[in-house]
């Protein structure tokens, strides 16, 4: 574990939930950061500054993500955006002084304000990741940081107007080889009221994805740590970034007798490929180089095509469309960690065209 950044997370939730909530039409949901962060070290800290009177309805979800709530109370008529800027910039430098075992400090926001200190912790040899949302996020910020993550692009955010099936819903299926288990990445509690850990939300069909079986929970962990890292990922690394997402994951609640025998088990699916790693029982795991990936973008492809009267496919509901054509249909085995980010994919392949259009998305065939 020594060599393991530890990281401080400090959010400046305003600025994260109105961003979230004005420019991509949804409320600001923490597990993709903590998904993110999971994938580059051990969180250490974790604060959220507000002044809390005003996001009531987000005290849940933060304190269930074990987030230290540092209020920031304003009195009528004085500026509350700036007195939880100073308070989180103070505790972020005291921090960086007092905690030598901090190696990384993961600022949420997009404000300019927050150069400076992004500069100061750098300066400290610290280093910095960034996250804000994209459309409210100053032009100045992202340069400053090692590095910056853009919310909107982080799995499992999924703006209005792109929804699918598996954006919905926070419950745990059942557990057991080929079943629904339990999701590190999509587990997050949601700020509906008292969800049960059982609970099949809406209606959705039980098949429903959202929370991820063992085949999506591992791939999309190693495309996360295959973008993140951009070395090889060992099975240990693995193992301790999937207990950081989810601290109860266990093999053996998926009828495994250890870790090894769960990747063997995948491998013989083709969901992973194994290979000799740079220790003896510690493999190196890698997604396939197609994976599947050429008949699903084709199965997309097709979709579109035959759905397309000139003006594009609207995103929302098209997931639902390949599921008619292909039963059971999930982008998350692939690596995906949403359907929009699968579209995205297929894109950047040249097979579909993905466009804005007004609130939402719409997909057309090249």
């Given at each position: 574990?020594?060599?393991?950044?530890?990281?401080?997370?400090l959010?400046?939730?305003?600025?994260?939930?109105?961003?979230?909530r004005?420019?991509?039409?949804?409320?600001?949901?923490?597990?993709?950061v903590?998904?993110?962060?999971?994938e580059?070290?051990?969180v250490v800290t974790?604060?959220?500054?507000?002044?809390?009177?005003?996001?009531?309805?987000?005290r849940?979800?933060?304190?269930?993500?074990?987030?230290?709530?540092?209020?920031?109370?304003?009195?009528?008529?004085?500026?509350?955006?700036?007195?939880a800027?100073?308070?989180?910039a103070v505790?972020a430098?005291?921090?960086?002084y007092?905690?030598?075992?901090?190696?990384?400090?993961?600022?949420?926001?997009g404000?300019?304000?927050?150069?400076?200190?992004?500069?100061?912790?750098?300066?400290l040899?610290?280093?910095v990741?960034?996250?804000?949302?994209?459309?409210?996020?100053?032009?100045?910020?992202?340069?400053a940081?090692?590095?910056?993550?853009?919310?909107?692009?982080?799995?499992?955010?999924?703006p209005?107007?792109?929804?699918?099936?598996?954006?919905?819903?926070?419950?745990?299926?059942g557990?057991g080889?080929?079943?629904?288990?339990?999701g590190?990445?999509?587990?997050?509690p949601?700020q509906?009221?008292?969800?049960?850990e059982?609970?099949?939300?809406?209606g959705?069909?039980a098949?429903?994805?959202?929370?991820?079986?063992?085949?999506?929970?591992?791939?999309?962990?190693?495309?996360?740590?295959q973008?993140?890292?951009?070395?090889?990922?060992?099975?240990s690394v693995l193992?301790?970034?999937?207990?950081?997402?989810?601290?109860t994951?266990?093999?053996?609640?998926?009828?495994?007798?250890?870790?090894?025998?769960?990747l063997?088990?995948?491998?013989?699916r083709?969901?992973?490929?194994?290979s000799?790693?740079?220790?003896?029982?510690d493999?190196?795991?890698?997604?396939?180089e197609?994976?599947?990936?050429?008949?699903?973008?084709a199965?997309?492809?097709?979709?579109?095509?035959?759905?397309?009267?000139?003006g594009?496919?609207?995103?929302s509901?098209?997931?639902?469309?390949?599921?008619?054509?292909?039963?059971?249909f999930s982008?998350?085995?692939?690596?995906?960690?949403?359907?929009?980010?699968?579209?995205?994919?297929?894109?950047a392949?040249?097979l579909?065209?993905?466009?804005?259009?007004g609130?939402?998305?719409?997909?057309?065939?090249?």
């Amino acid at each position: 574990m020594d060599d393991e950044d530890r990281i401080a997370l400090l959010i400046d939730y305003e600025n994260l939930a109105l961003g979230s909530r004005d420019h991509l039409g949804v409320p600001f949901d923490l597990r993709p950061v903590a998904d993110a962060l999971a994938e580059r070290g051990r969180v250490v800290t974790r604060r959220a500054y507000a002044d809390w009177s005003y996001f009531d309805e987000d005290r849940r979800m933060l304190t269930r993500n074990h987030v230290e709530l540092i209020e920031m109370t304003q009195r009528m008529g004085a500026s509350r955006k700036n007195a939880a800027d100073i308070k989180m910039a103070v505790d972020a430098v005291e921090t960086a002084y007092e905690r030598d075992y901090i190696t990384t400090f993961a600022i949420c926001t997009g404000d300019s304000d927050f150069t400076p200190l992004v500069h100061k912790l750098r300066e400290l040899n610290k280093r910095v990741i960034g996250f804000g949302v994209r459309d409210s996020t100053s032009t100045m910020l992202p340069p400053a940081c090692d590095e910056f993550l853009y919310y909107d692009d982080l799995d499992g955010v999924v703006p209005a107007g792109a929804e699918d099936t598996s954006s919905r819903g926070s419950g745990r299926k059942g557990r057991g080889r080929g079943s629904s288990a339990k999701g590190g990445g999509s587990s997050a509690p949601t700020q509906e009221p008292e969800p049960t850990e059982d609970a099949d939300d809406g209606g959705e069909d039980a098949t429903d994805d959202s929370a991820p079986d063992l085949a999506s929970l591992v791939a999309q962990t190693v495309s996360g740590l295959q973008r993140s890292s951009g070395g090889a990922v060992t099975a240990s690394v693995l193992k301790r970034t999937l207990v950081r997402k989810d601290s109860t994951f266990s093999e053996a609640a998926y009828g495994f007798r250890a870790f090894g025998e769960l990747l063997e088990h995948l491998s013989g699916r083709g969901i992973i490929d194994l290979s000799a790693g740079p220790a003896k029982g510690d493999p190196e795991v890698t997604l396939p180089e197609e994976g599947g990936r050429p008949e699903a973008f084709a199965l997309l492809r097709q979709t579109v095509s035959e759905l397309d009267d000139g003006g594009g496919v609207a995103l929302s509901g098209l997931k639902d469309q390949l599921r008619t054509r292909r039963e059971g249909f999930s982008e998350k085995p692939l690596g995906y960690g949403s359907f929009l980010q699968f579209a995205k994919g297929a894109d950047a392949a040249g097979l579909v065209q993905l466009r804005r259009k007004g609130s939402g998305y719409v997909v057309s065939a090249p």
